[in-house]
């Protein structure tokens, strides 16, 4: 399952609103995490089963969709915010990530 | 606290050999499914490898199909990565993931691998 996630990055201002699109190529009945990657640094876990956010996560963050289309949303957008994310799919195996969207400092 | 800890990086030359290991605590061990996940210098995430909790079960990656083999110790809380018959492209942070059912909840530090003449 190929998962094409836009865009591939984006700069932005602090207390934007932000957001990423992951898209697969079949469906993937809701099996989608998200993570932020910050530089140097393991991925994180924000986002699992579309739209759960995981204990921790600030709840400025959130995930909707279902099917094949999926959103990651940042409805106020902090310092702290700046990095990668990434999507993945585990409803089948090979597991697959998007290719990561950079937010950067506009 | 869950901790996972990546050890067995290093520079190895193309055609070597190399086995990472991923050492865990503060959780039951045999009731995760592990991974591992890696990424290449200036490139996105790539999942290599999964293994179930029993080890009964595992999946790889098409590019590392015959090359990589991944297993456990439950004895030990350990998950091992041998990789053989590396090449350049191969070149990458790995990190140790724990998979919860549908999400990986928790990654190593990550161990650098280094496949250079």
């Known amino acids: ?106 | 606290e869950v901790q996972l800890s990546e050890s067995g990086g290093g520079l190895v030359q193309p055609g070597g050999s190399l086995r990472l290991a991923c050492a865990t605590s503060g959780f039951t061990f045999t009731t995760y499914a592990m991974a591992w996940v890696r990424q290449a210098p200036g490139k996105g995430l790539e999942w290599v490898s999964s293994i179930s909790g029993d080890g009964g079960n595992s999946y790889y990656t098409d590019s590392v199909k015959g090359r990589f083999t991944i297993s456990r110790d439950n004895a030990k809380n350990t998950l091992y990565l041998q990789m053989n018959s590396l090449r350049v492209d191969d070149t990458a942070v790995y990190y140790c993931a724990r998979v919860h059912v549908v999400c990986i909840d928790s990654w190593g530090q990550g161990t650098p691998v280094t496949v250079s003449s």
């Open chain 1, 1 to 106: 399952i190929q998962l094409t996630q836009s865009p591939s990055s984006l700069s932005a201002s602090i207390g934007d609103r932000v957001t990423i699109t992951c898209r697969a190529s079949h469906d993937i009945n809701n099996v989608l995490a998200w993570y932020q990657q910050k530089p140097g640094k393991a991925p994180n876990l924000l986002i699992y089963g579309a739209s759960t956010l995981q204990r921790g996560v600030p709840s400025r963050f959130s995930g909707s969709g279902y099917g094949t289309d999926f959103t990651l949303t940042i409805s106020s957008l902090q310092p702290e915010d700046f990095a990668s994310y990434y999507c993945q799919q585990l409803n089948s195996y090979p597991l697959t990530f998007g290719r990561g969207t950079k937010v950067e400092i506009k």
